[in-house]
């Protein structure tokens, strides 16, 4: 079964803090992974995709291990407007979700 | 920015009733996909659809599940006999290619409450 395994938090970080979350996934075949972000009952907003070994854009760093089969996603200095649950997911068609990581940024 | 759209955004039926949801996908994808999330469930796959035919199906996705493109633009998705079960927040999806790891969109969701 193909599965994708994620810290479900709540990770309760400060204002400016970097925060971290990490996700494994189960399937050795997976050739590409995305961070979703999904608010309160929203969809999921693609945050980034992660296709090599990582990718960065701006405050967000991916980072792939394919030999320990993890993905990472570093934020530095969090805003409040990033308290919001983390989604990763594997990239074969269909994609194949964590359950999701809550993180609540606190002034 | 184009986007998926959704229609309605919430649904409340009774149990046994059929209900259709409703998807206006990206105008030039090709790719579409329902999944559905249980309150506080992770999101699941449901089905893909490509070319006026089913591509994948989970096995969630049973007999009392059909999907449809009806036209050019709208992507259904019809629980035939909804049951309390069938509550979730009903996602579409669109990608213009359905190679593995292309992006795919989604929509805002449907909220179906079973009664």
């Known amino acids: 079964r193909k599965e994708v395994e994620q810290d479900p938090g709540p990770f309760n970080v400060p204002e400016g803090a970097t925060v971290a979350f990490n996700c494994t996934y189960s399937n050795s075949a997976s050739q590409s992974f995305f961070w979703y972000r999904q608010d309160c009952r929203k969809e999921p907003k693609l945050l980034m995709s992660v296709y090599s070994s990582g990718n960065e854009d701006g405050r967000f760093t991916a980072q792939l291990n394919r030999a320990s089969q993890y993905i990472s996603l570093l934020i530095r200095d969090s805003k409040l407007s990033d308290s919001a649950t983390y989604l990763c997911?594997?990239?074969?068609?269909?994609?194949?979700f964590g359950k999701g990581t809550r993180l609540s940024v606190i002034a | 920015e184009p986007e998926v759209t959704q229609t309605p955004s919430h649904q409340v039926t009774q149990m046994g009733q059929e209900v259709i949801l409703r998807c206006v996908p990206i105008?030039?994808?090709?790719?579409f996909y329902w999944y559905r999330q249980i309150l506080g469930q992770k999101v699941e796959f449901l089905v893909s659809?490509?070319?006026?035919?089913?591509?994948?199906k989970s096995e969630i996705f049973d007999d009392q599940f059909s999907v449809e493109r009806p036209d050019g633009s709208n992507f259904t998705l019809k629980i035939r006999s909804t049951k309390l079960e069938d509550s979730a927040m009903y996602f579409c999806?669109?990608?213009?290619?359905?190679?593995?790891?292309?992006?795919?969109?989604f929509g805002p969701g449907t909220r179906l409450l079973v009664l």
């Open positions: 999806a669109s990608s213009d290619r359905g190679a593995r790891g292309e992006t795919q969109y």
């Open positions: 659809f490509y070319n006026n035919e089913i591509s994948e």
């Open positions: 997911c594997s990239g074969n068609t269909p994609l194949v």
């Open positions: 105008s030039n994808h090709l790719y």
